[in-house]
């Protein structure tokens, strides 16, 4: 991405885009929380040289690790990533141009002036004298536009791609239109939408266009969303609030000149601009919830890259992790075998499969706590459901059927032997599948994020989820993202 040198600031707004307390603590939390997955990461590549692992999955976590460092250091600089998106001639890099006060991007008569993504920096209020920031207060946030090439003018899988890399680094999108939403142009909007992110969409070229309304643009959403698949998902995302009326960069026009001494004559002149709704606009979001798009794309960068090295882990380890589970399966099944009183087989049961999922943790090189370790256990109780009532269920009937058996051996040893072996190796059976059952839904919770504890990327989501006002524009994809979470 080619990035562009910063602009001298405007006046627009006349309030630092600066953080309450209650934002400060949530981009703190999204620290912490990537800083706890670049340990797991340093964790792995410190002993990973003795196990000697397979050299292009290597390659794979060490990209993310870098993805993961080149987001915390967004974070850390908090800067506010801005995309635009749209069909060629649509104006979006007028649109750019015009926020920032300058021609700071090429623009022109003919299509596909934009060949790459390029950026510059956004500084929307005008330069104060140099004050020092208070140790207990955050830096002001930073603004980054991105501006891409049109949608309809490169081949589809480098338009995928790039729309792909762009829209995960991208904390607000917007997707510039002019004149009629064609379908093309709606179905671009549909796959943005995919991305997750808060969306504006800006309708260009109001001058050329001046009987269209918010209200109107929003209803012919409407009509392409009820011809087109997904489209009641649109709507839930996008409102009438969120389409801003703009004129970047207005034609000229012709107008009658009268000369002092009568003459007639006809000039060219430039209206003025149109583009401080859109400022208001972007200002507004970003005082009261810059932080919160800052942090919830940051965390769901983070779980994307712990989910990416889990998986890998269980690649590599598979092996090693199959052997584990198989060996704490037998131990479970022979100890409860053995033993002859039913309570202490529960008691031991559980033991041994909190033990399975601190060394399968161990051998994944993602450690846990005991509690912590509990806690999964208990999760995976819930979501077994039936399985493992029914190992507890048979395990109760059967250890005291086996107690009883022991108890009596006295009496007639052969019968109650025979018995008591019957229902010993019954009873390891189900203990020893239960066990492999839980060892396999370890992997796949390790697989699906390795996210817990208070600094966990999804319990740290779900927290900022929880906390949204519902006149926020984020507000409306809180309910996806949870869904999105499994929670």
């Known amino acids: 991405m080619t990035q562009l040198p910063s602009p001298l600031p405007d006046a627009i707004g006349n309030q630092p885009l600066t953080l309450s307390g209650s934002q400060a603590t949530q981009l703190n939390r999204a620290r912490a929380s990537l800083r706890q997955a670049l340990n797991r990461y340093s964790t792995y590549f410190r002993t990973a040289k003795h196990r000697s692992p397979n050299p292009s999955a290597q390659a794979t976590l060490r990209t993310e690790m870098g993805r993961l460092a080149t987001t915390l250091n967004k974070l850390e600089s908090q800067i506010v990533r801005i995309a635009v998106f749209g069909l060629v001639s649509r104006g979006k890099s007028a649109v750019l141009n015009a926020l920032v006060g300058q021609k700071m991007l090429p623009t022109g008569p003919l299509n596909g002036v934009t060949r790459s993504p390029q950026s510059i920096f956004w500084s929307p209020l005008p330069p104060a004298p140099p004050l020092p920031i208070p140790p207990s207060s955050s830096p002001p946030l930073q603004i980054e536009l991105i501006d891409t090439p049109g949608l309809d003018e490169i081949d589809g899988q480098t338009r995928a791609q790039m729309a792909q890399e762009v829209t995960q680094q991208a904390d607000l999108i917007l997707f510039v239109v002019a004149g009629d939403i064609t379908r093309t142009e709606y ?220 108890a009596s051996a006295g009496i007639d040893s052969s019968t109650s032997l025979s018995a008591y072996a019957g229902t010993a190796v ?62």
């Open 187 to 406: 179905q671009a909007l549909c796959n943005l939408r995919q991305a997750q992110k808060p969306l504006l969409l800006v309708f260009n070229k109001i001058d050329l266009y001046p009987d269209q309304t918010r209200q109107a643009i929003f209803q012919n959403l409407q009509r392409l969303a009820a011809k087109s698949k997904g489209g009641e998902s649109l709507q839930n995302l996008l409102s009438a609030n969120e389409i801003v009326l703009v004129a970047a960069d207005p034609a000229p026009l012709q107008v009658r000149v009268e000369q002092p001494d009568g003459r007639v004559t006809y000039e060219w002149e430039s209206p003025p601009v149109q583009i401080a709704p859109l400022k208001q606009k972007i200002l507004h979001i970003l005082n009261h919830e810059g932080s919160t798009l800052l942090a919830l794309n940051a965390l769901f960068q983070a779980r994307d890259a712990e989910a990416t090295f889990a998986n890998k882990i269980l690649e590599l380890r598979q092996p090693e992790a199959e052997a584990l589970i198989w060996k704490y399966a037998r131990y479970k099944a022979i100890a409860i075998a053995l033993n002859p009183i039913a309570v202490l087989d529960l008691l031991g049961g559980t033991i041994s499969d909190l033990a399975m999922i601190r060394a399968l943790s161990d051998l994944y090189e993602l450690p846990i706590t005991r509690h912590e370790a509990r806690k999964l256990w208990k999760s995976i109780l819930l979501s077994s459901g039936s399985l493992m009532l029914s190992e507890w269920g048979s395990g109760i009937l059967l250890g005291l059927g086996k107690s009883t058996a022991a």
């Open 426 to 487: 019954f009873q390891a059976a189900i203990a020893g599948y239960g066990t492999y059952a839980i060892g396999r839904a370890t992997q796949i919770y390790l697989e699906q994020g390795c996210s817990w504890g208070p600094q966990g990327p999804n319990v740290v989501i779900q927290d900022i989820l929880n906390q949204l006002e519902p006149n926020t524009i984020i507000y409306r994809l809180r309910q996806e993202l949870s869904q999105e979470l499994g929670l």
